[in-house]
C-alpha cells in the first residue's frame, strides 16, 4: 500500500514537473528560434541592442530602486515605532498593508488617474516628474504587503524595547536609533522584501501603462504585439531576473540563520 | 523622550505624563497613515464614491444599474468563470501535488526544490507568462510543433487554441498551483502523524483517515486558499492582455480599454466596474481571512 502511494506521488510530482518546465523550455527554445534553421542569440542581441530596451529596462530599474528606497524609509520606522510604542495599532496598520492584496491594481491606479490629474489639488499627472513620482508611490502601494510583513517579522527576532533603551541611556537620537541600531538588525528582513518588490516593479505592466510612463512591462507587450522571437527572449530575460531576485531571498534568510545560530 | 522612556519601563505609569506621550506618538505613524490615506485609501474611496455620482456630482444609483446591461454582466460571468475554474483547478492539483511530496515518501530534497520554484512560479505572472505559453502552445509553439511532427496531433485541428478561455485558464494555473503549493504545505506539514496512527489503530482505513481527519482539518485552509486564488486570477490584467490581446473581454480588460479611452462612453460606468470589482475581490479576501484565522487553530 506504501508503495502504490509512493508511485501515485511520482506520477504527480512527474505531471507537475512536466507542466511547470515545458512553458520554460519552450520559451527558451522559441527565443532561439531568430535565425531561420539553425539556433542562435539572434533575437536577445536585437533584444539588447534595441535602444528602446536599454532606455525601459533602465527605467523600471531606477523606479525599483527608487520604490525600494522610498518603502524602506516609509516601512522600517512605522513598524519599529508601532511594535515599541503602539502596539495596539498593530492590527489596524496590518491590516492596511493588506489592502494592495484586496483591492486590485487596476483600480488602484484608475483612482491616481482620476484623483491627481491636472485640474486637482494635487496635480501630479501634469508633469513627467509629477507622473514618475505617482507610479513611484504606486509601486510602493504595490510592495507594502511584502515590504511590511518582512520588517515587521524581522523586527520580531530582536527585543525592540531593550535595544531602543540600551541606545538612548547612552544618549542616542532616534535618527541614531534607527540607523544605527534598527536598521542593521533588520537588514536581512528589509534585503528579502527588497528584493521581491525588484521582481516586483520590473515586470510591473498596468501602472506603467495607464499612467504612460516608458517603462520594461509596456514594452514587452509592444515588443509581443509587433515581433515573433524577440518576446520569448524578453520571457527569459524576466525569468531570470525573478529566478535572481528569489535565490538572494534565499540566500539572504539562510545567511540571517547563519548569523543567529552563532549567537 | 527621556519621558517617553519612563513611561514605558514604571509600571503603571503616572497619568499626567502619558497623555503627551500617547499624544506625540501619534507622529511617528503619521507619515505612513499619510501615505496610506493618500495613495490607497482616499483613490479607492473615489472610486467607490464615484460610482454612486452622476457626471454632475447629484447621488444616483444608475451607473450600479448600469453593470446589469448585457455587455457588462458578460465580462462579469467569464470573469467570474476563470477564475473560479482556475481556483478550483488550482487548489485541487496544488493539492496533490503539495502532498505527494509532503506526505508521499518522496526525497526531501524534492520538497525544498519544490516549495523554492513555487516561490519563483508564483511570481513568474504577467506578461512574461504569457510569452512563455505563445512559445510552447501557440501556434508555432515548441509543444505544438512536436505534437504536429513526431505524433501527428495537430493541437488547432482538435479545436486547440491558446487564446481561448482554455488557454487563458491554462496558462493562470502557472500562477495559481504554485500559489496553492506554497500556502498548503505548512497545514499538511500540521496533519501529525499521531492522527494517523491513532486513526489506523481504531481501524480506519486510509479512506476513511483522510474524509474523517484529514480534510476536516484541511477544510478551512482549502476553501481559504480557494478563495485568495480567486481573487488572485479576478484581478489580473497583465497576463491576459499579452496573451489575447483584447480579444477575450474579461473585467480587468473591460476597465482598462475604458480608463483608456472611455470605450463605453459613459465614465461613471467605469467607476461602477471598478467599484464591482472591489465587491467581488473583498468578498472573497474576507472569506479567506476569516477562514485562516479557522485554520490556524490546527497549526500550533
Same mark, same amino acid.
Given at each position: 500500500?506504501?508503495?502504490?502511494?509512493?508511485?501515485?506521488?511520482?506520477?504527480?510530482?512527474?505531471?507537475?514537473?512536466?507542466?511547470?518546465?515545458?512553458?520554460?523550455?519552450?520559451?527558451?527554445?522559441?527565443?532561439?528560434?531568430?535565425?531561420?534553421? !539553425?539556433?542562435?542569440?539572434?533575437?536577445?542581441?536585437?533584444?539588447?541592442?534595441?535602444?528602446?530596451?536599454?532606455?525601459?529596462?533602465?527605467?523600471?530599474?531606477?523606479?525599483?530602486?527608487?520604490?525600494?528606497?522610498?518603502?524602506?524609509?516609509?516601512?522600517?520606522?512605522?513598524?519599529?515605532?508601532?511594535?515599541?510604542?503602539?502596539?495596539?495599532?498593530?492590527?489596524?496598520?496590518?491590516?492596511?498593508?493588506?489592502?494592495?492584496?484586496?483591492?486590485?491594481?487596476?483600480?488602484?491606479?484608475?483612482?491616481?488617474?482620476?484623483?491627481?490629474?491636472?485640474?486637482?489639488?494635487?496635480?501630479?499627472?501634469?508633469?513627467?516628474?509629477?507622473?514618475?513620482?505617482?507610479?513611484?508611490?504606486?509601486?510602493?502601494?504595490?510592495?507594502?504587503?511584502?515590504?511590511?510583513?518582512?520588517?515587521?517579522?524581522?523586527?520580531?527576532?530582536?527585543?525592540?524595547?531593550?535595544?531602543? !533603551?540600551?541606545?538612548?541611556?547612552?544618549?542616542?537620537?532616534?535618527?541614531?536609533?534607527?540607523?544605527?541600531?534598527?536598521?542593521?538588525?533588520?537588514?536581512?528582513?528589509?534585503?528579502?522584501?527588497?528584493?521581491?518588490?525588484?521582481?516586483? $516593479?520590473?515586470?510591473?505592466?498596468?501602472?506603467?501603462?495607464?499612467?504612460?510612463?516608458?517603462?520594461?512591462?509596456?514594452?514587452?507587450?509592444?515588443?509581443?504585439?509587433?515581433?515573433?522571437?524577440?518576446?520569448?527572449?524578453?520571457?527569459?530575460?524576466?525569468?531570470?531576473?525573478?529566478?535572481?531576485?528569489?535565490?538572494?531571498?534565499?540566500?539572504?534568510?539562510?545567511?540571517?540563520?547563519? !548569523?543567529?545560530?552563532? #549567537? | 523622550?527621556?519621558?517617553?522612556?519612563? =513611561?514605558?519601563?514604571?509600571?503603571?505609569?503616572?497619568?499626567?505624563?502619558?497623555?503627551?506621550?500617547?499624544?506625540?506618538?501619534?507622529?511617528?505613524?503619521?507619515?505612513?497613515?499619510? *501615505?496610506? *490615506?493618500?495613495?490607497?485609501?482616499?483613490?479607492?474611496?473615489?472610486?467607490?464614491?464615484?460610482?454612486?455620482?452622476?457626471?454632475?456630482?447629484?447621488?444616483?444609483?444608475?451607473?450600479?444599474?448600469?453593470?446589469?446591461?448585457?455587455?457588462?454582466?458578460?465580462?462579469?460571468?467569464?470573469?467570474?468563470?476563470?477564475?473560479?475554474?482556475?481556483?478550483?483547478?488550482?487548489?485541487?492539483?496544488?493539492?496533490?501535488?503539495?502532498?505527494?511530496?509532503?506526505?508521499?515518501?518522496?526525497?526531501?530534497?524534492?520538497?525544498?526544490?519544490?516549495?523554492?520554484?513555487?516561490?519563483?512560479?508564483?511570481?513568474?505572472?504577467?506578461?512574461?507568462?504569457?510569452?512563455?505559453?505563445?512559445?510552447?502552445?501557440?501556434?508555432?509553439?515548441?509543444?505544438? $510543433?512536436?505534437?504536429?511532427?513526431?505524433?501527428?496531433?495537430?493541437?488547432?485541428?482538435?479545436?486547440?487554441?491558446?487564446?481561448?478561455?482554455?488557454?487563458?485558464?491554462?496558462?493562470?494555473?502557472?500562477?495559481?498551483?504554485?500559489?496553492?503549493?506554497?500556502?498548503?504545505?505548512?497545514?499538511?506539514?500540521?496533519?501529525? #502523524?499521531?492522527?494517523?496512527?491513532?486513526?489506523?489503530?481504531?481501524?480506519?482505513?486510509?479512506?476513511?483517515?483522510?474524509?474523517?481527519?484529514?480534510?476536516?482539518?484541511?477544510?478551512?485552509?482549502?476553501?481559504?486558499?480557494?478563495?485568495?486564488?480567486?481573487?488572485?486570477?479576478?484581478?489580473?490584467?497583465?497576463?491576459?492582455?499579452?496573451?489575447?490581446?483584447?480579444?477575450?473581454?474579461?473585467?480587468?480588460?473591460?476597465?482598462?480599454?475604458?480608463?483608456?479611452?472611455?470605450?463605453?462612453?459613459?465614465?461613471?460606468?467605469?467607476?461602477?466596474?471598478?467599484?464591482?470589482?472591489?465587491?467581488?475581490?473583498?468578498?472573497?479576501?474576507?472569506?479567506?481571512?476569516?477562514?485562516?484565522?479557522? =485554520?490556524?487553530?490546527?497549526?500550533?
Amino acid at each position: 500500500m506504501i508503495r502504490s502511494a509512493r508511485f501515485w506521488s511520482w506520477i504527480a510530482f512527474g505531471a507537475g514537473l512536466l507542466y511547470f518546465f515545458l512553458p520554460l523550455i519552450g520559451m527558451f527554445e522559441f527565443s532561439l528560434r531568430a535565425k531561420r534553421g !539553425e539556433y542562435s542569440f539572434l533575437a536577445y542581441e536585437r533584444v539588447l541592442g534595441d535602444p528602446q530596451f536599454q532606455q525601459t529596462f533602465l527605467y523600471s530599474v531606477v523606479m525599483a530602486l527608487f520604490t525600494i528606497v522610498w518603502g524602506v524609509f516609509l516601512v522600517t520606522p512605522t513598524a519599529f515605532w508601532v511594535r515599541l510604542k503602539m502596539p495596539k495599532l498593530r492590527p489596524y496598520i496590518e491590516f492596511i498593508t493588506l489592502l494592495p492584496l484586496v483591492i486590485p491594481p487596476i483600480v488602484i491606479v484608475f483612482g491616481y488617474i482620476r484623483l491627481y490629474n491636472t485640474s486637482s489639488f494635487l496635480p501630479l499627472t501634469g508633469s513627467a516628474l509629477g507622473t514618475d513620482i505617482l507610479l513611484m508611490f504606486g509601486y510602493a502601494v504595490l510592495a507594502l504587503p511584502y515590504m511590511y510583513r518582512a520588517v515587521d517579522t524581522g523586527l520580531r527576532t530582536i527585543d525592540v524595547g531593550t535595544l531602543t !533603551e540600551a541606545a538612548q541611556s547612552l544618549g542616542a537620537g532616534w535618527i541614531t536609533i534607527m540607523a544605527r541600531v534598527v536598521l542593521p538588525n533588520v537588514l536581512v528582513a528589509v534585503l528579502s522584501g527588497a528584493f521581491l518588490t525588484f521582481a516586483i $516593479v520590473i515586470g510591473e505592466y498596468v501602472f506603467a501603462a495607464l499612467l504612460n510612463r516608458p517603462a520594461f512591462g509596456p514594452y514587452m507587450v509592444w515588443m509581443g504585439g509587433n515581433k515573433a522571437y524577440e518576446p520569448a527572449a524578453l520571457a527569459v530575460i524576466a525569468f531570470t531576473i525573478t529566478w535572481a531576485c528569489m535565490g538572494l531571498i534565499q540566500l539572504a534568510t539562510r545567511f540571517s540563520k547563519h !548569523e543567529r545560530a552563532k #549567537r | 523622550m527621556t519621558d517617553a522612556t519612563a =513611561a514605558l519601563t514604571t509600571a503603571p505609569p503616572p497619568a499626567p505624563r502619558v497623555l503627551p506621550s500617547a499624544a506625540l506618538n501619534w507622529f511617528g505613524v503619521a507619515p505612513f497613515l499619510i *501615505f496610506a *490615506f493618500l495613495f490607497l485609501i482616499l483613490p479607492t474611496l473615489h472610486i467607490v464614491v464615484g460610482a454612486f455620482q452622476t457626471p454632475e456630482g447629484d447621488l444616483t444609483l444608475n451607473n450600479l444599474a448600469g453593470l446589469m446591461a448585457p455587455q457588462i454582466v458578460k465580462p462579469f460571468v467569464l470573469s467570474m468563470k476563470i477564475s473560479l475554474l482556475t481556483a478550483f483547478l488550482g487548489c485541487l492539483l496544488g493539492l496533490i501535488i503539495a502532498a505527494a511530496v509532503t506526505k508521499g515518501g518522496l526525497p526531501g530534497w524534492i520538497r525544498d526544490a519544490m516549495l523554492t520554484f513555487s516561490g519563483v512560479a508564483s511570481n513568474f505572472a504577467g506578461v512574461p507568462l504569457a510569452f512563455a505559453f505563445i512559445a510552447t502552445l501557440g501556434r508555432l509553439g515548441l509543444v505544438t $510543433v512536436v505534437l504536429k511532427e513526431v505524433f501527428g496531433l495537430n493541437l488547432a485541428a482538435m479545436g486547440f487554441n491558446l487564446i481561448s478561455f482554455v488557454g487563458l485558464t491554462l496558462t493562470y494555473l502557472y500562477f495559481q498551483i504554485p500559489l496553492m503549493i506554497l500556502i498548503i504545505t505548512p497545514a499538511l506539514d500540521g496533519l501529525k #502523524r499521531e492522527w494517523r496512527e491513532a486513526a489506523e489503530s481504531l481501524g480506519a482505513s486510509t479512506g476513511q483517515y483522510m474524509r474523517m481527519v484529514a480534510l476536516p482539518v484541511l477544510w478551512p485552509s482549502l476553501l481559504g486558499t480557494f478563495a485568495l486564488l480567486f481573487a488572485n486570477s479576478f484581478g489580473a490584467v497583465a497576463t491576459a492582455m499579452a496573451l489575447t490581446g483584447s480579444s477575450l473581454s474579461i473585467v480587468p480588460i473591460i476597465l482598462f480599454a475604458q480608463i483608456r479611452g472611455d470605450v463605453l462612453q459613459d465614465p461613471h460606468l467605469g467607476y461602477a466596474i471598478a467599484f464591482g470589482m472591489i465587491v467581488i475581490t473583498g468578498i472573497a479576501n474576507l472569506i479567506y481571512i476569516v477562514l485562516r484565522a479557522r =485554520a490556524e487553530r490546527w497549526l500550533k
